[in-house]
Nanobody, 112 residues
Framework: QAHLVESGGGLVQPGGSLRLSCTAS????????MGWFRQTPGKERELVAT???????RYADSVKGRFSISRDNAKKTVTLQMNNMKPEDTGVYYC??????WGQGTQVTVSA
């Protein structure tokens, strides 16, 4: 059974940084496209960033230049480095594998 666990969420001031991590098990991690999504109450779940098995990355326009996604296939982890954070980045962040398996989510709050 696929199992994804996120960590690293918390409270940060605007302009600050957070790093989210996701550890995967029960899947062929190397062959999976990994992604980070976020959701705020009242809004639809939003794609933040993805990284393919090839290493190719994609980002939402709202986070380009501020967020960076990476993966470690040996450790079966995917990381989202978030810099220069804005209040609009607030939400529950979810790790996904092929947009099929999902973690439980971790809360990120950006507030002064």
């Amino acid at each position: 059974q696929a199992h994804l666990v996120e960590s690293g969420g918390g409270l940060v001031q605007p302009g600050g940084s957070l790093r989210l991590s996701c550890t995967a098990s029960g899947l062929v991690f190397r062959a999976s496209e990994m992604g980070w999504f976020r959701q705020t109450p009242g809004k639809e779940r939003e794609l933040v960033a993805t990284i393919a098995s090839s290493g190719s990355t994609r980002y939402a326009d709202s986070v380009k230049g501020r967020f960076s996604i990476s993966r470690d296939n040996a450790k079966k982890t995917v990381t989202l480095q978030m810099n220069n954070m804005k209040p609009e980045d607030t939400g529950v962040y979810y790790c996904s594998s092929d947009e099929y398996d999902w973690g439980q989510g971790t809360q990120v709050t950006v507030s002064a």
